[in-house]
């Protein structure tokens, strides 16, 4: 039987839904609100078993509108607070997803991604809500979205979430897919530093003074929490660095073109990627969760054929990687772009391509791309 401990360490063989819920719980996640659906359950089912006997809390809510407001309220708590859900609930968390948005809420919400619209297939995979994940939500904003290819990096990418959440005061998107979500694979569990923990500023000058919406010098104010004796004013409207609502175009210029910036001026901080083959390429495959994996052996087979392919595998899809995609341009003749949808973030890639031939290699979902079927895209690509 697993020891109930705040954290595991070691080798384990485990499913990408449970390593995430285990770096959740290593990144310091203590407290868990989500609603049960396919294929995020086990996410909830893990985290259940696991945060009460460290001290955590797990509540079973009502439906994915509450479980988004309940994480919000344990933030401003103190906790470091998670929910995880898959296509259908994540519509229903959009609206306060840009609550947490506007208030400046540190949180992670997991995205496990299935077929759709609508129930579509709750146990089959998709990649349909990229585009969702950045303009689900109304108004001017910026978000964080990290998309993992592999049971390792859910359990990695889930504690960078936590990180980026708590460093730039802002919910955090993980966006994995069904197939990473149920797949088994050896996940290393390595002891996490404290130091490698990213905790929220907190403010230094006495409660008399103190403005919750007032920002550092990088654009990000420090966070009071609630019992701590400051008083703070936390709204969804448009709000002065009081706190308190300010019904003027000059103040909605001043807040959005912070809550934006914050994020666009830290581009370099946020964006990860990773690269396969790209010092020589002239078709550059542009893919992400595990749509990345079969693309990886469609380059290895481009280059045993002569064409000289690589990979683009975006970690962090939002922000979007467009100065990197801008530099391959100048030297590839062609980007390729599988997607388990009909064309989404092919348009990023075309939007920063100067021109160059993009093209869209789609799955309708359900099921993933063969190789051989995105090598024939890069060798049409290379004619």
């Known amino acids: 039987m697993m020891a109930e401990t705040a954290a595991l360490h070691g080798d384990f063989f485990i499913t990408g839904d449970e390593a995430c819920a285990e770096g959740a719980i290593s990144a310091g996640c203590r407290f868990f609100a989500g609603y049960p659906i396919t294929p995020a359950s086990e996410i909830a089912e893990r985290m259940a078993r696991r945060l009460p006997p460290i001290g955590g809390v797990y509540v079973q809510m009502e439906d994915e509108i509450a479980s ?7 933030s401003w708590a103190g906790a470091k607070a998670m929910t995880a859900t898959s296509g259908p609930g994540f519509s229903l968390m959009m609206e306060n997803l840009g609550l947490g948005i506007m208030m400046e809420t540190p949180c992670v919400v997991v995205d496990v991604q299935r077929a759709g619209p609508s129930t579509g297939l709750p146990t089959m995979v998709g990649q349909g809500d990229m585009m969702q994940a950045r303009w689900g939500s109304h108004g001017i904003y910026e978000i964080i979205a990290l998309a993992p290819s592999s049971p390792q990096e859910m359990f990695d990418l889930t504690i960078t979430a936590f990180n980026l959440s708590e460093k730039y005061r802002v919910p955090v998107l993980v966006m994995a897919d069904e197939t990473v979500g149920h797949m088994s694979e050896k996940v290393v569990i390595r002891p996490v530093k404290p130091e490698e923990l990213v905790e929220r500023r907190r403010p230094t000058t006495p409660p008399g003074k103190y403005l919750p919406y007032q920002p550092g010098t990088d654009l990000i104010p420090p966070m009071a929490l609630a019992g701590e004796g400051y008083r703070f004013h936390a709204t969804g409207l448009t709000h002065d660095e009081r706190g308190y609502p300010a019904m003027t175009a000059t103040a909605q210029d001043k807040l959005a073109r912070r809550l934006v910036d914050k994020i666009r001026v830290n581009r370099r901080d946020i964006i990860r990627y990773e690269e396969s083959d790209t010092g020589d390429a002239e078709i550059i495959v542009c893919a992400y969760g595990i749509t990345a994996r079969v693309a990886r052996r469609a380059v290895q087979l481009a280059r045993e054929a002569g064409i000289r392919a690589g990979l683009l595998r975006l970690i962090t899809v939002w922000p979007f ?24 973030i092919v348009l990023e890639v075309e939007r920063c391509a100067a021109g160059k031939k993009t093209t869209l290699v789609p799955h309708m979902g359900g099921g993933m791309h063969l190789p051989q079927t995105i090598l024939e895209a890069v060798r049409e690509a290379a004619k």
């Open 321 to 344: 990687a467009e100065d990197r995609i801008r530099e391959l341009a100048q030297q590839a003749t062609a980007f390729v772009v599988p997607e388990i949808n009909y064309g989404q």
């Open 68 to 74: 988004m407001n309940a994480i919000l309220g344990a």
